[in-house]
Structures are given as structure tokens and as C-alpha cells.
């Protein structure tokens, strides 16, 4: 029950009555047929839980949350007029509906900030005690020297964090140049091995053609060969033939000399006879006449004879010269046998030089395979660098998370001091009282509240220790930046949390950023987390986004009404697209800087993940055309929940 009481409660209608909580209806909510009662639906909820979801007035069917239908505006109406008394200022004669407004704006009791807690004034106390205190803040007269203060300790403090991360990106940077000079120097050995390749390919190509030019010579010294020996076999015949005539002269030029001899031995005789027949001057004449006849034709056998003579001696020259010709050709011959056996060692020793060639080509050949399967292999190595120096990025924001385990644990025995506290410790009674009003592992709702740093250690013990609560909202409490260190640090040992609602409470990135660390520990039960209107910037999201990549058990994350731009949806939605299976309902409307520039990264998102049923974006900067292209999306999506 809220911090008021009913004015004449014996009055109220029995209608109006919860059968469980016996104290008129809260959020009254009616059950389904056969059983149409009326309760609270806190009441209603834990009975359920209590009752394994059946009725404990008349246990006839088994109920669900999704089967409780609210009731009828009238009766709420009728609650809402209800008259309630203040318990902090005593008014009386308030309307049940107005005592938000009057709780949070009119009563002079309620629990206020100092204006001056954004300097680090812990002051809280009764509104109407805020003007005696700002006179004496001491943390409001110091304001201009306190803020400057705080801002250059701020401004320390991110200097140290650029300079930080400045090394760590010198050092990667270097590590990154080194290995790049190293593949560079690989790479320049590979292309000087690769030149080296092409130049033996010239000089074997050369050889080669070479070796194809001898082949041609000694081609053509064959063809020559070949004629000077069909010349040969031609002056073979031809001195064969001048052999066989000089033979026939021969015998020509005995049988005239045995003619010479006869004619010889007849003019001996006729000279005998001569001397013999000196008598007869008729037989004398005609001796006489027959003998210049003879001796004419002694003459001519004599002429015939030089002649032949001198045609023999011209034929013995000329065949002399044909001899020595035989000869040299004879020895050109033999010259060009011992050029043609040359010819064929080089030949021989070119083709082994070819073969060795060949070999060797077929060495490099598969030297360069190699080289390039090493190269390729280089490659690969590169890529497992890369992929090395992620899991080292990884394991650096697991590091971190173990320490803010660590904190976590040094967080825990303060945490459960409760049990060995002094009774004279900080003590909020109505608060406590509020908290054990409620069920165990049940909701604890502390909406508007005002909880201080103090209140918190009450919350974190009362809640999720003692009645392990299931769900908590701290709706309007506007807690520090110590409150939620605290809180978010307690959720890394807690065990029974499921749904964590702080909206409207004004929250910075860092404290998003102490949140998503909290969340990265693999016990966290935490299902559903709703941040609406805490103002969270890009900054903010990226931190939950990086949290999504290794937190597999928040399936609902309520971010609507905040200051989030199209550069963080971007990145949020390639994690849930890429690295996160288990997230099933996102809420962004009443972002007003999300425009058409994240449509087609949402898109993306929507089509590619298969575990994400609900997405909310109303009331944002998207055009008719983004809209349209969006529900295009969800085409072959069954039971998807796209509101635009």
C-alpha cells in the first residue's frame, strides 16, 4: 500500500474490497470464466505463483497472466474517487488518483534533494525544511569553485582514459606496422624469386632457340653434304668415262704405232727394193710417189699421234686435278663428318642441358607452387593474427569483467551486512515496511519512492536478498550515481532477479556502462530490462550493445523516450543482427532522433535474426517510405510485433 489510509474505511462498498489483500483494489483486474472474480493484479500475480496458476477461491482452471483482463473503467472510477489521508502531512479528504500528484508535487512533507547533490550535497529531507537548508548549504555557497572543480576532475579523468587508450592504440599500431613490414619483406623475397623465375624462363627460351638454330645448320650441312656427295659420285662416272677413252686412245695409239712400225719396215724394204730396182725408172716413180704418199701419210699419223699425245697429257692433267679435287672434296668430307659428330656431341649436350633445364624448370615450377602455398599460407596466418588480436580484445573485456566480479565481490559483505548490523545503523521504516508488505519473490514496486544512497543498502538487502524478489521498479527515484554503482554491482551475485525497471531517473552513460558490465557475468538471471526516459546517448547504447554480444539470457530491453541517435541504432542493430540469438523484444519509440538513415540496418536486423519477435519505433523521424520498407521485413516473419 502507497503512504496514505483510507478516510472512513468502514464505508467502502464490499464491491469495492480485494478478497486477498482485504483493502480496496489496486490495478483491479477480473479472471476469465467460470471464475469472474475481481483482484488486485499484484494479488492476483503472487496468488498465482503460490497456486501453481489456478484460483485459490474456487481452483477450477488453470490461469495465466495473459488471461487477466482488466476491469470496467466505472469501478475504476469508483477506486479512483476514493478518499485517502496523507500519513507524511496529515491532509485528508484526497482523491486516491490525485495522491501521486500530491506525493510528488503538494506535500510539504515529501522527501526532497538538495539543489546543490549535483556537487556532491547529500543532503534529503522534508520539502518544507528546503529553504532552511539552502541557506546554509555550505556545497551551494562553494557552487561556482565546486563545479569548476568537478569538471576539471572530469576532464582529468577522461585526459587519463584518452592517454590510456592512446598507448594501447600506439602499441597495437606498432604491432600492426611490424607485422605489415614483415609480410612486406616476405612478399618483396617472393617477387625477387618470381623475377629470378621469369629471367631463367628468357635464357631457357633462348636456349631453346639456339638450339633450334644448330639444328637448322646442322640440317643444312646434311643437304650440302648430300650434294658434294652426289658431285662426287658425277665426277666418279665422268673420270670413269675419261678412264675407258683413254683406254680406247690408248689402244688406237698402239695399232697406228704398229702401223708406224710396219710402214717403217716396208719403207726399209722398199729402200731394199729401191737399190734393187734402181733399174726401172717406172717402178722407181711410182716407189717414188707411193713413198711421199706414205711419207704424208706418216706425217699425218705423226700429227694424229702428237695430237692424241698432247690430249692424253691434257687428260692425265686434268685428271690430276680431278684427283686432287676427290681429294679435298675427300677431306671437306671428312672435315665436315668430324663437324657433323661436333655438331652431334653439342646436340647431344644441348639436349642433356635442355633435360637438366627442364628438370630445374619443373623444380622452380614447384618452388613457386610452393612459395605461393606459402604465401597463401602467409596470408592465412595474417588473418589469424587478426582474428588473434579480436580474441585478445576479447579476453581483455573479459578481464574486465572479472574485476568488476571482483568489485562485485568486495561489494558482497557490505551488501550483507544486514545480518550483523548494529541497531544503531540508518534505518527507513516506512520503507521497510512498503517492502515487506510484498510476497516473497514476488514484485516490489518502489515507483516514486525518493530512495537515497542510504535507502539503497535497504533495497538491495530487502529485495533481492531477503524476499528475492522476481521483479523490481524504481521508477522516479532520481538515484545517484552511488545508488546505481551499488544496485548494478549487487546484480552480479544475485540469483533470482528477472525484470529490472528503472525509467525516469535520469541515469548517465557511465552508470549504462557499470549496468552492461554487471550483465556480462554468465550468472546474471536478469530477463527483461526497461531504461525509458533516462536520457541515454549514443554512448550509453553502445555499452548495452556490447553487453548483448555475450549475454545470452536478457530476452526484453526497454530503451523508448530517450537521446539516441541514428549512429548507435546502426551499431545496435548489426550486434543483434551478427553476434546475439537469444534478444526477443527491443522498444525504441519516442526516440526523436532516429531517422531513414537506420532503416536499412534495421532491416537487415529484422530479417537476418531469428530469435526477435517485438520491435517497437513509433513516434520517431521515419518517413512513410522507411515505414514502408520496415514492414516489408517482417513479410516471412510469423507472429512478428512491428509497431511504427
Request: glycine share 0%.
Amino acid at each position: 500500500m502507497d503512504n496514505y489510509e483510507y478516510m472512513n474505511i468502514s464505508a467502502i462498498s464490499d464491491a469495492l474490497i480485494c478478497e486477498i489483500c482485504r483493502n480496496p483494489f489496486i490495478n483491479p483486474v477480473i479472471l476469465p470464466y467460470p471464475c469472474e472474480r475481481t483482484y488486485c493484479l499484484n494479488c492476483i500475480q503472487s496468488n498465482l505463483e503460490k497456486h501453481s496458476n489456478n484460483c485459490m477461491q474456487c481452483d477450477k482452471k488453470s490461469l495465466s497472466n495473459t488471461e487477466l483482463k482488466n476491469e470496467s473503467p466505472i469501478l475504476r472510477k469508483m477506486l479512483d474517487n476514493l478518499l485517502v489521508r496523507c500519513r507524511s502531512c496529515a491532509q485528508i479528504n484526497i482523491q486516491r488518483s490525485n495522491f501521486s500528484k500530491h506525493i510528488q508535487q503538494m506535500c510539504p512533507k515529501r522527501i526532497v534533494s538538495c539543489s546543490a547533490n549535483d556537487i556532491q550535497c547529500s543532503w534529503k529531507g522534508h520539502f518544507d525544511q528546503l529553504n532552511q537548508h539552502f541557506n546554509v548549504c555550505p556545497y551551494e555557497k562553494l557552487r561556482t569553485p565546486l563545479t569548476k572543480l568537478i569538471n576539471d576532475v572530469q576532464r582529468l579523468d577522461q585526459l587519463d582514459q584518452l592517454q590510456t587508450n592512446f598507448q594501447n592504440l600506439k602499441i597495437k599500431f606498432q604491432q600492426q606496422q611490424n607485422q605489415i613490414e614483415q609480410i612486406e619483406n616476405e612478399n618483396k623475397i617472393l617477387n625477387e624469386q618470381i623475377n629470378e623465375m621469369k629471367k631463367f624462363e628468357i635464357e631457357h627460351k633462348n636456349l631453346n632457340e639456339k638450339n633450334n638454330e644448330q639444328i637448322n645448320d646442322i640440317n643444312q650441312l646434311k643437304n650440302k653434304n648430300q650434294t658434294i656427295q652426289d658431285q662426287c659420285d658425277q665426277y666418279k662416272t665422268t673420270i670413269n668415262d675419261l678412264i675407258i677413252e683413254l683406254k680406247t686412245l690408248s689402244i688406237s695409239l698402239q695399232q697406228a704405232n704398229i702401223s708406224i712400225e710396219k710402214f717403217e719396215k716396208e719403207n726399209k724394204l722398199l729402200q731394199e727394193d729401191s737399190n734393187q730396182l734402181n733399174f726401172s725408172q717406172i717402178n722407181y716413180k711410182t716407189l717414188d710417189e707411193l713413198y711421199q704418199q706414205q711419207q704424208i701419210q706418216i706425217d699425218s699419223f705423226n700429227k694424229e699421234n702428237q695430237y692424241l699425245q698432247e690430249e692424253l697429257l691434257y687428260y692425265k692433267q686434268e685428271l690430276e686435278q680431278l684427283n686432287q679435287h676427290f681429294k679435298q672434296i675427300q677431306t671437306e668430307n671428312q672435315q665436315f663428318h668430324q663437324r657433323y659428330v661436333l655438331y652431334n656431341r653439342e646436340n647431344n649436350t644441348l639436349n642433356e642441358q635442355n633435360q637438366q633445364l627442364n628438370q630445374q624448370l619443373i623444380i622452380y615450377k614447384k618452388n613457386l607452387q610452393q612459395l605461393n602455398q606459402d604465401f597463401k599460407q602467409m596470408q592465412i596466418d595474417n588473418q589469424q593474427l587478426k582474428e588473434q588480436s579480436v580474441r585478445y580484445k576479447i579476453e581483455i573485456d573479459e578481464l574486465t569483467i572479472k574485476n568488476k566480479r571482483l568489485e562485485a565481490k568486495l561489494y558482497k559483505p557490505i551488501i550483507q551486512s544486514h545480518k550483523i548490523a548494529d541497531k544503531s545503523n540508518y534505518q527507513n521504516t516506512g520503507l521497510e515496511e512498503l517492502i515487506n508488505r510484498c510476497q516473497t519473490s514476488s514484485i516490489v514496486n518502489l515507483n516514486g519512492q525518493k530512495i537515497n544512497d542510504h535507502d539503497i543498502d535497504i533495497v538491495i538487502n530487502t529485495t533481492l536478498f531477503n524476499k528475492q524478489c522476481q521483479s523490481l521498479i524504481l521508477w522516479n527515484n532520481c538515484l545517484t550515481s552511488y545508488s546505481i554503482s551499488k544496485l548494478f554491482s549487487s546484480l552480479s551475485i544475485n540469483t533470482t532477479l528477472k525484470k529490472l525497471s528503472i525509467s525516469k531517473n535520469h541515469l548517465s552513460d557511465i552508470a549504462i556502462k557499470s549496468l552492461s558490465e554487471s550483465l556480462l557475468f554468465k550468472n546474471s538471471t536478469l530477463k527483461e530490462l526497461v531504461l525509458s526516459s533516462n536520457e541515454i546517448t549514443d554512448e550509453g547504447l553502445i555499452y548495452l550493445s556490447d553487453m548483448l554480444k555475450i549475454n545470452e539470457t536478457l530476452i526484453v530491453l526497454g530503451l523508448q523516450d530517450n537521446k539516441i541517435t541514428d549512429k548507435a541504432i546502426q551499431y545496435l542493430s548489426q550486434v543483434i543482427q551478427f553476434n546475439n540469438k537469444t534478444i526477443e523484444e527491443i522498444s525504441l519509440y519516442s526516440n526523436k532522433l532516429i531517422t531513414d538513415i537506420s532503416i536499412d540496418y534495421i532491416f537487415n536486423m529484422i530479417t537476418n535474426n531469428q530469435s526477435l519477435k517485438t520491435f517497437w519505433i513509433w513516434d520517431c523521424q521515419l518517413s512513410e517510405q522507411g515505414k514502408c520498407k520496415l514492414q516489408q521485413s517482417i513479410q516471412s516473419k510469423i507472429d512478428f510485433d512491428l509497431r511504427l
